[in-house]
């Protein structure tokens, strides 16, 4: 099983996702509503990081969760931990056995909070420490770089926000995610041969706003591990206060740029970027205007509501990343210095 199996498994896992822990998500929500939480707590590292972020913005609009990102080193070297009354603490983490991690479901669960994990090891050390269990049953993921493993955490954390919600339209839209990503993955080839135009790229930087902030970072991250690209990514409003001023002819910049709230500042700084910059664009969107401006655009189906764009276009970067490894002449499977579990204190 290689990293581009993997990516091509994510239809397949997010289906059964969805009909295997709808009833377990639901039963997750009833347990948030019974308690008086007022805000998020949420802990995780690297791409659950990201998946973190995703929350950040789903929870926020459509349930009206204030969120927290945890910094989990209060909890472990400093030990020093804030104080979590009337917080739902989460932990999202791939392997569940992140010390960090744990020690923040623990401490929640030592100051009477609930406790809730999301995670591919319902066995794990951090679905001990938790009140509540999403197994996000991704399968056995072999390979260093997450794929299908932060699919499967973004689709957890949005049935959790539809069973919150309660309106069968949520089901219905997430029901549709599997067909939208296979779409996405019958460009492969488009995106390999794209891929080639990268070949001496050495830094970048990668663009996102409101609920895809995630994917800008999961994106970058992948580039990171994978290609060994300096790839940082940035909110567009933050990137126009002063980090715009390094960009000159030819300077590759990648972005996802869905239809929906934030289009329209997005396609702004996509233009000016192009027009007066001379930037090298690589794009993933469903609005024509945003691929016109692009040398290299990619496609994501058109109708895909903005809050499940991220499930669907961190695919096309997995592919592109993916593809971008071979051309440099690296090896997808064994990224350097960087093992499949961290464990980080």
Request: overall charge negative; glycine content about 6%; charged content about 20%.
């Amino acid at each position: 099983m290689t990293l581009h199996d993997e990516i091509f498994e994510q239809p397949g896992r997010l289906r059964d996702l969805l009909h295997a822990q709808r009833e377990t998500a639901v039963k997750i929500a009833a347990a948030i509503q019974q308690r008086d939480v007022r805000y998020v707590f949420l802990a995780a590292r690297g791409t659950s990081d990201n998946a973190g972020r995703y929350a950040n913005y789903l929870w926020g609009a459509h349930n009206h969760l204030p969120l927290a990102l945890a910094t989990p080193s209060l909890f472990t070297y400093y030990a020093e931990p804030p104080n979590l009354e009337g917080a739902l603490v989460v932990g999202v983490s791939q392997s569940g056995k992140s010390p960090d991690i744990v020690s923040v479901l623990a401490e929640g669960q030592k100051q009477g909070c609930l406790t809730l994990a999301v995670t591919n090891a319902p066995d794990s050390p951090l679905a001990q420490s938790a009140d509540l269990v999403l197994d996000i049953q991704a399968g056995a993921e072999k390979a260093v770089a997450a794929t299908k493993t932060y699919t499967a955490e973004l689709m957890g954390l949005a049935m959790i926000s539809a069973a919150l919600r309660a309106e069968e339209q949520d089901w219905r839209d997430l029901e549709k995610v599997p067909a939208w990503i296979e779409e996405i993955l019958g460009q492969d080839a488009a995106i390999a041969r794209m891929a080639e135009r990268f070949r001496y790229m050495n830094q970048c930087v990668v663009l996102g706003r409101g609920y895809n902030y995630s994917t800008a970072f999961e994106w970058a991250l992948k580039m990171k591990e994978l290609t060994y690209v300096v790839a940082e990514p940035y909110s567009s409003a933050d990137f126009q206060h002063g980090p715009i001023a390094m960009v000159e002819g030819g300077f590759p910049v990648m972005a996802m740029v869905a239809q929906g709230k934030v289009f329209d500042s997005m396609l702004e700084m996509l233009t000016r970027l192009r027009e007066k910059h001379a930037a090298e664009l690589v794009v993933i969107s469903d609005d024509s205007r945003a691929l016109a401006l692009a040398q290299s655009p990619i496609k994501l189906p058109v109708g895909i509501p903005e809050w499940l764009t991220p499930m669907v276009g961190i695919v096309a970067a997995q592919l592109f990343a993916c593809h971008l490894t071979v051309v440099k002449g690296y090896d997808t499977e064994k990224p350097r210095s960087i093992t499949k579990v961290t464990e980080t204190h």
